[in-house]
Each structure stands twice: as C-alpha cells, then as structure tokens.
C-alpha cells in the first residue's frame, strides 16, 4: 500500500484562512504536515493555524498577498528557519469574478483583468518560481495550482478574466512538471466545479442542478483538501502535470443533450 503520511514535510497554502484553503490546510496536516497557513487576511489564517492544534497537528499562520514577490520571499526564509523549506506548495488563493466584477469583455474593465490576473495567475507563478529551488535542492517537492472547471469550459458573460487566469494556470503546471519533473518536482492542477464555502448552498445547489452534476450533492471543500493532500503524497508520486477534475461530473457530459430516460 503507498504512503498517503506526510509525516516530516513543511506545507504552505495560500488563502488558507477561508473554504477550501482552510480545508487543503487541515487535511495536510492530519496527514502529518506543519502547514504554514497563509492568507492576505491574517486572522483568518490564524484561525485555520488555531483548528490544526486543536485537532493535534502543527501549524503557523502568516500574512502572505500572494501578488507581492517580496512577501513570498520573507515568508518562505521565515518557514525555512523556523520548519525546514517547503517542498508542499498549494497556490489556492484566488479573487473570484463575482468578488471583482469580472462579466464579459465588454462589459468589465481593464482594471478588473489586471487584478484577477495579478492575482489568480501572476500570484501562483511568484509562489511556484520562490518555492522551486528549495524543492530542487532537496531533490522532492508538490505544488498544486488550484484552477477551476471555468478554466474549462465558459459561461457566457461572466468570467471572463477568472476563466482565462485559471486557464493559464494549467499552462504553468504542465510547464513546471515538464521543466522540473525529472529533477523530482510534481506539479499538478486541481479543477474544483461547484464546492459550497458559504451558508449560500441553495443557489449552490441550484445551479448543480443546472449545470448537470452526476452526484446526488453539492461539493464540500473537503472533497478538495483530500484531494490535494492526496496528490501531494508519495501515494500521488506517479502523478505530474495533470488536471484533476473535482466537479461531481459536470464537465463529464453534455446536460443540454441528455435523454431523459434510458431507452
Ligand atoms: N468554491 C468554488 O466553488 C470554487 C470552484 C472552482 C475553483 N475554486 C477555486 O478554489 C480556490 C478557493 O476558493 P474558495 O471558494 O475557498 O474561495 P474564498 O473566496 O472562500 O477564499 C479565498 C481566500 O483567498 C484569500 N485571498 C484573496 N486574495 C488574496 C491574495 N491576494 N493573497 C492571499 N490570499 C488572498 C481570501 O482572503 C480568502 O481567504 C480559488 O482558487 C478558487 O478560484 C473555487
């Protein structure tokens, strides 16, 4: 059986103090990781720090916007003294388009393209680009870039930079697996599809149902922290430059096209 244990390796994630960041955070700590648990909003992140002792796992919390170059580099020097480097990177942080007012082309403008580009796809490329020679000084390491089934497929007019940073994100996986994978480094991609990090799980499940899921459910953020802790486990060593698809089996068929019943 392989080792699911990340016993011995420091974790950080990014937006760590809210959904599906807090739930990456906790579950690579019961796995045994000391997670640095990052968010631009630093109570928040002490939050998440603050459930992983309770549940007995090791933990610290930092203040870490992931569009400043500068932050990353002193958060990584603080980890590396106090922990060890980091060889387990989770790019989770992200602005959401309903957040920054991300419509269609026409109808949002460059401001909000610069700031959800900043953002969802400079900010994880400055973590992958500081955490790297770490990783490949230690000849092992995991990133994880957290890019979403609207990299995947669109809704008309909304998104619009959200889907394309995402999209990008995949570019940068397969590029980092492709450039560093022989020298010990994986990176893969996680695509949640709707997961519920707020009390509005009614429209959540509305548009589920909308949208075709082939799971009697709504997604939870747990369905995606065991995800990536998984990947980022030896039990996920055979995986590097993939796009794993978390979504209930939305991007699975085409809803508008479905029978309503079999024959
Ligand atoms: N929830 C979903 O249905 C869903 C679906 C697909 C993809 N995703 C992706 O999953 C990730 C997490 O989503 P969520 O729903 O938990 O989001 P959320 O908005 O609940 O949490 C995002 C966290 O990121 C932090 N953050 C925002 N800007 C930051 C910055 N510049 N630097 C550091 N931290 C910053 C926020 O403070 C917050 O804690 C995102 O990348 C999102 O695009 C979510």
């Known amino acids: 059986m392989q080792d699911t244990s990340l016993r011995g390796r420091q974790a950080l994630v990014t937006g760590a103090g809210a959904g599906i960041g807090r739930s990456c955070a906790l579950a690579l700590a019961a796995r045994g990781a000391t997670v640095m648990a990052t968010d631009i909003d630093f109570t928040t ?8 002792h309770a549940a007995g796992g090791d933990s610290e919390a930092f203040a870490l916007d992931v569009t400043d170059d500068s932050a990353w580099e002193s958060v990584l020097a603080a980890a590396r003294e106090r922990y060890g480097p980091v060889t387990v990177l989770v790019n989770n ?19 909000v393209w610069d700031r959800v580009l900043a953002t969802n796809l400079r900010g994880p490329m400055l ?9 490949l000084a ?18 008309s007019s909304f998104a619009t ?22 020298q010990g480094v994986r990176c893969n991609a996680v695509a949640p599809g709707v997961i519920a990090t707020d009390d509005d799980t009614a429209s ?15 997604g939870v953020p747990a369905d995606i922290g065991e995800t990536v802790a998984f990947l980022a486990s030896d039990a996920g060593s055979y995986i590097n430059g993939q796009v794993l698809v978390v979504d209930g089996g939305i991007t699975a068929h085409m809803p508008g096209l479905s029978h309503s019943q079999d024959a």
């Not at 942080?93 to 401001?111: E, F, P």
């Not at 992958?128 to 770490?134: F, N, Q, T």
């Not at 230690?138 to 809704?155: D, K, N, W």
Request: aromatic content about 4%; hydrophobic content about 45%; overall charge positive.
């Open 45 to 52: 992140a002490q939050k998440t720090a603050e459930l992983i």
């Open 93 to 111: 942080a992200a602005l959401k388009a309903s957040v920054a007012g991300d419509r269609g082309l026409l109808g949002s403008s460059l401001d």
């Open 127 to 135: 973590g992958a680009r500081r955490v790297l020679p770490d990783m």
């Open 138 to 155: 230690a000849g092992t390491g995991s990133i994880t870039m957290m890019t979403s089934t609207a990299a995947l497929y669109a809704i």
């Open 161 to 182: 930079a959200y889907s394309s940073a995402k999209a990008g994100m995949i570019g940068l996986t397969r590029t980092i697996a492709a450039s560093y994978g022989p």
């Open 204 to 218: 959540q499940e509305a548009f589920m149902k909308a949208a075709g899921g082939l799971v009697q459910r709504t």
